[in-house]
Structure formats: structure tokens, C-alpha cells
């Protein structure tokens, strides 16, 4: 049960796109389609961007979008705005009943 | 609108057994395929997930710190507690109570804003 591996932080200009990446093995992310992204503002309870690695709940922007290729997931934010400054973590089904974590992103809006 | 609140103490000794409760609303754990979750993240790290309590009362653990969970329901309160034995400096996090989404088991839909527990003699 190691954490995935996300960059620990990445940046971008308003109006920008920035990709977040989430490595995990064969056990995990490789292996189900249940990626799920959160967002985090300080203070803040998270906030589910993505589930099913590339579904979004309603009410998240579509500029927010996931994708999945072998072992590694991505999230990615088109049209950078200053409120999407925050940390985003990564989440993987890994069977029985079992869940793991990034290690989080802090994204930075330049 | 589903929220969810984590109570407990903010400080514990080493050795002693935390007791942490979430109070939820806009839903209930009678609910068929409800369930609620506990997830932790020490200062600076990583998400942990710890354990889970389902609608049916099945219960599942982190297998790394199954010896030590115990998680149990309250459906009259809507509450969830979650207790953890032997507390250790390394246990020094904000835990965070979800829920996990109805409709899956495979992603946490609603959070509460988490509690610091610091273990500290």
C-alpha cells in the first residue's frame, strides 16, 4: 500500500493548462478504472473533481479532466483560473476493499 | 446537502486509544449502499485511507493498521466513531471522515474539514 506518485507541485499562467500526474503500479492503477481526483484549499474539506477516471460530478467545471494510460493517471485544468490554486490529490481503488493516495500536487497559479 | 463533522480530542499521550466521531447529515446509513469512511493525513504526507462501516454494518480496515481499528455505526445519531489503540507520535494527523459515493465504492463524494490529532507526551 505505497502512496502514488505525483509531482509535488506544478504551475501555470491564468489561461494556461497544467497536467498533474499520478503513477501507481499494476495493483492499483493499472489495474481499475477507479482513478478519482480532489482538490483541497487550505483549511477546506477536499472536493471530488474526477471519479472513474475521467467522469465529473456536476457542478465541476469541464476545464477539469482525467485520463488514464497503463499505470499512470492525469488530471488535467484547461483554462488555468486563480481559484483553481490549491492541492489536488490522487486516489485508486486497489482491491479488497482497499484505497491509496498521492501524495498531493500543489498547483500554483502564476 | 450532505455534511459531515469529525469530533475528538486534539491531543493524546502515547499509548492511549483515540476516539474520534463523525456527525453526518443529508443522509443516512440505513440507506441500502451507504457507507462511510475515515481517511488521515499527517503533516506534509500523504492521504491514508483507514477504514470503512457500509449501510449493512460490514466493516473494512487498512490491513497495516487493521490491529488497531475499530469502526462502528450509530444510524439514531447519524455518527460514525472510529477508535485507534496504542496511539504513537507517528499517528499525529488530520483525520477526515467521507462518505463514499452510493452509487460506487470507489470514490469519496463528500468530506468533512478534518480534525488534528496530535500525539504528544
Known amino acids: 500500500q505505497s502512496a502514488l506518485t505525483q509531482p509535488r507541485s506544478v504551475s501555470g499562467s491564468p489561461g494556461q493548462s497544467v497536467t498533474i500526474s499520478c503513477t501507481g503500479t499494476?495493483?492499483?492503477?493499472?489495474?481499475?478504472?477507479?482513478v478519482s481526483w480532489y482538490q483541497q484549499h487550505p483549511g477546506k474539506a477536499p472536493k471530488l473533481l474526477i471519479y472513474?477516471?475521467?467522469e465529473r460530478p456536476s457542478g465541476v467545471p469541464d476545464r477539469f479532466s482525467g485520463s488514464k494510460s497503463g499505470n499512470t493517471a492525469s488530471l488535467t485544468i484547461s483554462g488555468l483560473q486563480a481559484e483553481d490554486e490549491a492541492d489536488y490529490y490522487c486516489c485508486s481503488y486497489e482491491g479488497r476493499y482497499s484505497y491509496v493516495f498521492g501524495a498531493g500536487t500543489q498547483v500554483t497559479v502564476l | 446537502q450532505v455534511t459531515l463533522k469529525e469530533s475528538g480530542p486534539a491531543l493524546v499521550r502515547p499509548t492511549q486509544t483515540l476516539t474520534l466521531t463523525c456527525t453526518f447529515s443529508?443522509?443516512?446509513?440505513?440507506?441500502?449502499?451507504?457507507?462511510v469512511t475515515w481517511i488521515r493525513q499527517p503533516p506534509g504526507k500523504a492521504l491514508e485511507w483507514l477504514a470503512r462501516i457500509d449501510w449493512d454494518d460490514d466493516k473494512f480496515y487498512s490491513t497495516s493498521l487493521r490491529t488497531r481499528l475499530t469502526i462502528s455505526k450509530d444510524t439514531s445519531k447519524n455518527q460514525v466513531v472510529l477508535t485507534m489503540t496504542n496511539m504513537d507520535p507517528a499517528d499525529t494527523a488530520t483525520y477526515y471522515c467521507?462518505?463514499?459515493?452510493?452509487?460506487?465504492?470507489?470514490?469519496?463524494?463528500?468530506w468533512g474539514r478534518g480534525t488534528l490529532v496530535t500525539v504528544s507526551s
Open positions: 467521507a462518505r463514499i459515493s452510493p452509487t460506487s465504492w470507489y470514490y469519496f463524494d463528500y
Open positions: 499494476s495493483n492499483d492503477v493499472g489495474d481499475y478504472d477507479y
Open positions: 472513474d477516471v475521467t
Open positions: 443529508g443522509f443516512s446509513l440505513s440507506t441500502t449502499k451507504m457507507h
